[in-house]
């Protein structure tokens, strides 16, 4: 095995978010799961745009979230994913380019625009998300750069891209490439409804060997058809390597054979908006695992990521991950 | 004359704002006066687009933050601008009509694109401007609505729109339309190099009768040509009925015939981004204005409009301006 290029590649749909602020009542109207994220198309995202007030445009995409947040605390990091030649496929390309990722895909010009969700933020800070997928349908295997993927420590997968049978083929080449060079394998279950739309395939694809698994509570929940946390979590522990299992306010669990390392959350101000919580996460550990840190660092430091961006607008990082991290001792 | 059917009309550029941090070294390199706007051509933009970090995008233009604060405040309000028919147009579109304001200027699709603005931000939160007027300068006599501009109460106009021959005319056709119409016609300087390209035309213009004017120590100054705070104060006093001038921490000063109202800033925790606090500030004072409040009143309003925009990114309220003023008690 050769050195990695890259400490972490990962794989997934290239979003702007287009991020407003509304009451519990529109979302009622909108008739959307609080927390969730759905996939609309280009005539219901439009209905839902002309419906909500102000927003702000900022890149997103979960697996692309966590890249950039990894490039933020200064790790190696690469993208795959698809944007049209147009002005939203610029800003996407330009913000995780310019944080220090490579992102080398050229834009595809077949009129189908880039990808974009319409994220509802109610006033506890709380996301919904309305996405259309646009190009991101266009991903798949031909988009992938296998010496790229081999030539990564660790290979990051969004669930999202299970939504789309294309997406779906290359996220299994990717992992194929990925362990015939050796290489950890990780996966974000992403939301749960999208765990009940490919609850089978995916406990398949966790038992056949992912190496980190990275879930919320609702989603680890719905993967294993459960009400109790700690039914699911030890589901979790017996069918992989390292389950990474995030519970917003109450903190996280990291799972290694046997022992159960539990991380608090760091205190936040004011939460103004959940976007990228989860992404972050996955960032500060990915980070510090691919750096060899010990589980719990890495995990403090996945915590300390989560608490900067629900702390703001948007989920990419406002401020230097590495210079937060240093600020406050967990790493020198 | 007739009841006003708006408040307050604004004419201006339709800009979107792409919005990033950078260090003092980088306004260097792309040579451009910390704190001021200035005009580039579609290669540069492209170039210092490269060339900056990850980026935000949110609705902008100074007229039409202006507008759109009034109507955040409760006021009734309208704005003329010209975009293109591509996203960004959407995008400012859509912002602005969400808001409560009449924009109803149908998009242009001559291929220029909408007006963008790359703004970047130190870490004191001064921001810089590098706008690309684009399809803006299109805006011309013909794109005026002149029943909508006699039937409002208050015209604003933006002094950026001296930058273009085109738009000047329709500066000069919308002022006469109002004042036919025994409207109040306002006036905001908009920046100190903008001041100096036109010296001689806005201080003809305002000596000519403009009924309230904004501006700025530096741009004050610069109009009257002088070091002095206080000269510049004392002859825009004698030029205009009513000046408005802010100077930034050391608060503002509203200057009425005899009179001089000072004003204190609101306190702001941390100074994130100063993009639109002019902007906010004339918003707080002309919806005091309209609605017929006391000029010290108004004058707060301003203050604590300004306060709010620059307690985050971006120059459109994050929040309701009638609620907060509420909140703070100025306001019932």
Redesign the interface.
């Given at each position: 095995m050769t050195a990695a290029r890259y400490d972490v590649i990962g794989i997934g749909n290239a979003i702007v978010d287009i991020i407003?602020?509304c009451d519990e009542a529109f979302l009622a109207d909108v008739g959307v799961a609080k927390g969730s994220m759905r996939l609309v198309d280009a005539a219901e995202i439009q209905k839902i745009?002309?419906g909500?007030?102000?927003?702000?445009?900022?890149?997103g995409g979960s697996a692309a979230n966590t890249i950039?947040g990894i490039a933020s605390f200064g790790g190696s990091a690469a993208f795959i994913g698809t944007v049209a030649n147009?002005?939203?496929g610029r800003?996407f390309s330009?913000?995780?380019r310019?944080?220090g990722v490579t992102f080398d895909a050229p834009p595809v010009s077949n009129g189908t625009p880039t990808s974009r969700s319409l994220i509802l933020v109610t006033p506890d800070g709380e996301r919904t998300m309305n996405t259309y997928l646009g190009i991101s349908t266009n991903l798949g295997e031909a988009q992938l750069d296998l010496d790229m993927i081999r030539a990564s420590s660790i290979l990051y997968l969004e669930g999202y891209l299970f939504d789309e049978p294309q997406a779906k083929q290359a996220f299994r080449a990717a992992l194929t490439a990925a362990k015939e060079a050796g290489r950890k394998t990780a996966l974000t279950l992403s939301d749960g409804f999208c765990v009940d739309r490919h609850r089978d395939e995916f406990l398949k694809l966790i038992r056949s060997g992912i190496d980190i698994l990275f879930a919320n509570e609702s989603e680890i929940k719905s993967l294993y058809q459960t009400e109790s946390f700690e039914f699911a979590a030890e589901n979790a522990r017996a069918d992989t390597k390292l389950a990474v299992l995030t519970r917003s306010a109450k903190g996280s669990e990291i799972l290694f054979e046997g022992e159960t390392i539990r991380i608090g959350t760091f205190p936040v101000e004011e939460v103004v908006d959940t976007t990228g919580a989860g992404d972050l996460y996955a960032a500060g550990f990915l980070f510090g695992y691919a750096k060899g840190l010990h589980l719990e660092t890495a995990g403090r430091l996945a915590s300390l990521a989560a608490s900067e961006i629900i702390s703001?607008?948007?989920a990419?990082p406002?401020v230097s991950l590495a210079g937060f991290a240093r600020q406050h001792g967990i790493i020198s």
């Open positions: 407003g602020r745009y002309a909500m007030g102000p927003a702000v445009e900022i890149s950039a147009d002005e939203f800003i330009h913000d995780i310019s944080i703001h607008t948007g990419r406002a």
